[in-house]
């Protein structure tokens, strides 16, 4: 039997026990890994990890792990910058566009609705999902961890709250997010970019409050869906200006 003393920093310790959550710890293993493998036999996906430290140097997923290693584990985190070392992570996907499990329709909509590209059917397998997310460089949201552990994932993010707002929080904080918001941009229901349409194209369209109350109208190019800002959008805003002050 072999050990290795294993530390994980900020939130990749909500994928550990109780008892192995910020402290160094010891762990025993039989067969030499890599250090990809021992991390992720922990319960900590690859995709969360941007900087391993062993006895102080950085390394790769690939490295094995030696008897003795003293492993520091290090979290995806934006505004980190330590120069000289090896980041796990290619670079931060720009302008990050996601790609969402079956289990995740409705942050779909919230980020959607706040103006983040995000494609979701309810039945993509996990196979399209990687498969999409590699050909669009799209991140992965989830609820299953597993599928952050596949080698040939690259960005992806597991969700720990079940609560959507919770959810949407998470994402945007994550994903350094806050000041890219741009709500009523985007169609809830398929995801394409609203344009605007002036009243009196779609005025049959409209129920008689709304056709009387209101000027500014949206619609999708794709499904038809009309747009406007009645008081669901006011809730919106709030829920808006909620999210950018917890984040
Ligand atoms: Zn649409």
């Given at each position: 039997?072999?050990?290795?003393?294993?530390?994980?920093?900020?939130?990749?310790?909500?994928?550990?026990?109780?008892?192995?959550?910020?402290?160094?710890?010891?762990?025993?293993?039989?067969?030499?890994?890599?250090?990809?493998?021992?991390?992720?036999?922990?319960?900590?996906?690859?995709?969360?990890?941007?900087?391993?430290?062993?006895?102080?140097?950085?390394?790769?997923?690939?490295?094995?792990?030696?008897?003795?290693?003293?492993?520091?584990?290090?979290?995806?985190?934006?505004?980190?910058?330590?120069?000289?070392?090896?980041?796990?992570?290619?670079?931060?996907?720009?302008?990050?566009?996601?790609?969402?499990?079956?289990?995740?329709?409705?942050?779909?909509?919230?980020?959607?609705?706040?103006?983040?590209?995000v494609l979701y059917k309810n039945n993509f397998s996990d196979e399209e999902i990687i498969r999409i997310s590699l050909n669009e460089k799209r991140a992965i949201l989830t609820r299953d961890r597993g599928i952050l552990k596949r080698t040939e994932v690259t960005h992806g993010y597991w969700l720990r709250s079940t609560k959507v707002k919770e959810q949407l929080i998470e994402v945007i904080k994550r994903f350094d997010l806050k000041n890219e918001i741009k709500e009523f941009t985007r169609c809830i229901e398929c995801n394409t970019k609203l344009k605007k349409i002036s009243k009196s194209k779609i005025i049959n369209e409209l129920p008689p409050k709304v056709a009387h109350w209101h000027n500014e109208?949206?619609?999708?190019?794709?499904?038809?869906?009309?747009?406007?800002?009645?008081?669901?959008?006011?809730?919106?805003?709030?829920?808006?200006?909620n999210v950018k002050n917890d984040s």
């Amino acid at each position: 039997m072999h050990k290795v003393y294993l530390r994980f920093y900020e939130e990749l310790n909500d994928f550990l026990p109780k008892e192995k959550r910020k402290i160094r710890f010891e762990h025993n293993y039989i067969d030499r890994t890599s250090v990809k493998d021992m991390i992720e036999s922990l319960g900590v996906p690859h995709t969360e990890i941007d900087l391993i430290l062993v006895n102080g140097k950085s390394v790769n997923f690939n490295y094995l792990i030696n008897d003795g290693d003293d492993i520091s584990v290090y979290p995806v985190f934006e505004s980190l910058d330590i120069s000289g070392v090896q980041h796990l992570r290619p670079k931060p996907l720009r302008s990050p566009k996601f790609i969402a499990d079956v289990h995740l329709g409705r942050l779909t909509r919230y980020l959607r609705m706040t103006g983040f590209d995000v494609l979701y059917k309810n039945n993509f397998s996990d196979e399209e999902i990687i498969r999409i997310s590699l050909n669009e460089k799209r991140a992965i949201l989830t609820r299953d961890r597993g599928i952050l552990k596949r080698t040939e994932v690259t960005h992806g993010y597991w969700l720990r709250s079940t609560k959507v707002k919770e959810q949407l929080i998470e994402v945007i904080k994550r994903f350094d997010l806050k000041n890219e918001i741009k709500e009523f941009t985007r169609c809830i229901e398929c995801n394409t970019k609203l344009k605007k349409i002036s009243k009196s194209k779609i005025i049959n369209e409209l129920p008689p409050k709304v056709a009387h109350w209101h000027n500014e109208f949206f619609i999708c190019p794709s499904c038809r869906k009309v747009y406007w800002k009645g008081s669901h959008y006011q809730k919106m805003l709030r829920l808006i200006e909620n999210v950018k002050n917890d984040s």
